[in-house]
């Protein structure tokens, strides 16, 4: 069965540094999506980025960018410059193999950003 | 260019009351997902919708639980004899057709049950 792992409940970093948020995934199908989503305290889930399995070139998009290992599966988010407006919770996410975006997350990482 | 709406934006119910949620997806969308989250966790799936065909329910959907999503456009969440395990945030997502389209959510109607 497909599983996302994310180990950091919380993390905190300081305003305008970079910080990096883990996720590991497990999965036996060779085609698949791995999205990470930030949610803030308002409850909407917003779209951050997208890495295709077969994409060879790490996604980025603007101070988003995603360290795609696949031979270790891992999918770690990095934020670089972070701003006040970056704390929030960010989930990592599967789809799923079967032609439609089912998707599977993990339980979290609370990312806290400090003056 | 509105997003996903959902209606209510909270609900508090009586155990054993029935509730409904509405969810209004992006109007070129013809895929629509219910979630569901409690504390702490991340999103779990509870059913898919292409068009108006529900073609996948999640185990975690039991028989107090029923989705329709009529003419392919809302959709519509009940709960029957609500019970306090069932007070979560329900989230609504929709997406286009493509294979890795992105899932646009909603804000989410948080029910507690007393």
């Known amino acids: 069965a497909q599983k996302i792992t994310q180990t950091q409940p919380g993390m905190f970093v300081q305003e305008k540094e970079a910080v990096t948020l883990d996720c590991t995934y497990d999965t036996s199908d060779q085609s698949y999506g791995l999205f990470w989503y930030k949610q803030p305290s308002s409850g909407e889930m917003i779209f951050l980025i997208y890495q295709g399995s077969y994409d060879e070139q790490n996604a980025t998009e603007g101070r988003y960018s995603l360290n795609f290992q696949k031979a270790r599966k891992s999918a770690n988010l990095v934020i670089s410059a972070s701003q006040l407006g970056d704390s929030a919770m960010y989930f990592c996410a599967m789809r799923e193999q079967g032609g439609y975006n089912k998707l599977i997350f993990g339980a979290g990482t609370r990312l806290a950003v400090h003056p | 260019d509105t997003g996903v709406s959902q209606d209510p934006r909270h609900k508090i119910t009586k155990r054993g009351q029935n509730v409904t949620f509405r969810c209004d997806p992006i109007s070129e969308h013809n895929r629509l997902y219910w979630y569901r989250q409690t504390l702490g966790q991340g999103p779990e799936f509870l059913t898919y919708?292409?068009?108006?065909?529900?073609?996948?329910k999640s185990r975690l959907l039991s028989d107090r639980f029923s989705a329709e999503r009529p003419k392919g456009s809302f959709s519509t969440l009940e709960i029957q004899r609500t019970e306090q395990g069932d007070s979560a945030m329900y989230l609504c997502?929709?997406?286009?057709?493509?294979?890795?389209?992105?899932?646009?959510f909603g804000s989410g109607t948080q029910l507690s049950v007393l």
């Open positions: 997502a929709s997406s286009a057709a493509q294979g890795n389209e992105k899932l646009f």
């Open positions: 919708f292409q068009n108006e065909a529900q073609l996948e």
